[in-house]
C-alpha cells in the first residue's frame, strides 16, 4: 500500500509539471488551431537560461523569475517574427515551420550549452515538512509551485482587462476586432504567456531528469496526451488530464509494464483518446451543417 501511494503522489508531482505544459499547448491551440511541436524546445531553452543565470551566481528564485520574463518576451518575438508571417498559410507550412523552430531551438541550445548532460538546482529544503514520506521535497514543491501558477492564470483570465481581451481574441478573432481588441498584439501576447509557462514546467522538470537539449521530449509527449484527455480546446481539462497522465504513467511503470515501458504509456493514452473521444472529456464537440 505504501508503495501504491507513493507512486501515486509522484504522479501529481510529475503530472503537474505536465499540466504547465498542456495548459501551454491548449493556449497555442486556441490561436493557432494547431499544436505547437516546438513547445518543449522553448521550455528546454528557457531552462537553459535559468540555469546559465544560477552558474553565474544568481540566487536561484531571482533567475527564476528573470527566466519567465525572458521566455515571455521570446515566446512574443517568435509570433511576431515566425509564426505571424505563415499564419494565412495551408496547416502543412505552419506545421513545417513548428518542427523547424523546434529543430532550430534544439541545435542552437546543443551548440551553446553543448549536448553534455548538466545536473539543474532544486530550491527545495531536503526535508519535506510534517513528516511527510510519500514524496521527494522537489515533488512536494512542484505541486505547490503548479497550483500556484495556475490560479494566477485564473485570476488573470478571470477578473483583469487584458485577459478577457486574451480570451476573446482567441475564440471570436472578428468579433473581437470590431470592438477595438487588436487581435494581432493579443496573440503575441498569448504566445509570450504560454512560453513563460512553459518555462516553468521546464525549470521544475530539469532537476528530476537532468538537463539535455533532448529533456523535454519525452515531457512534450505526455502533456500532449493530457491535452486530448482534457480537450485540446479546454485549458483546465488540459489540467486535470496532467495530474491523470501522471498518476497512470507512474503507477502503471510500476506495476503493470515496467519502467522501461513507460513513455508508452503516453502513446496508449493518446492513440485511446482519439478512437474514442476525439474531443476529450471535456473539450466541446465541434458540429458542422452541411
Known sequence: MDALLQQVFAGLATGGIYASLALALVMIYQATHLVNFAQGEMAMFSTYIAWALIEAGMPYWAAFFITIGIAFVLGAVIERVVIRPVENASV???????????????SVAGWIFTYTIKSFPSPFPRELPFGLRFMSPHQLGAIGVTVVVLLLLYAFFRFTPLGLAMRAAAQNPES?????????????LGWG???????????????IVYLDPNMMSGVLLYAFAAALVGGIDNPWGAVIGGFVVGVLENVLGAFVIGNELKLSVALIIIIGVLLVKPSGFFGRVQVTRV
Not at 176 to 188: E, N
Not at 196 to 204: F, H, L, Q, T, Y
Open 176 to 188: 473581437s476586432r470590431l470592438v477595438g481588441i487588436r487581435v494581432g498584439w493579443m496573440l503575441a
Open 193 to 207: 504567456l504560454a512560453a513563460a509557462i512553459g518555462s516553468v514546467a521546464g525549470m521544475m522538470v530539469a532537476p
Open 92 to 106: 502543412l507550412a505552419v506545421v513545417v515551420v513548428f518542427i523547424g523552430l523546434l529543430v532550430i531551438l534544439n
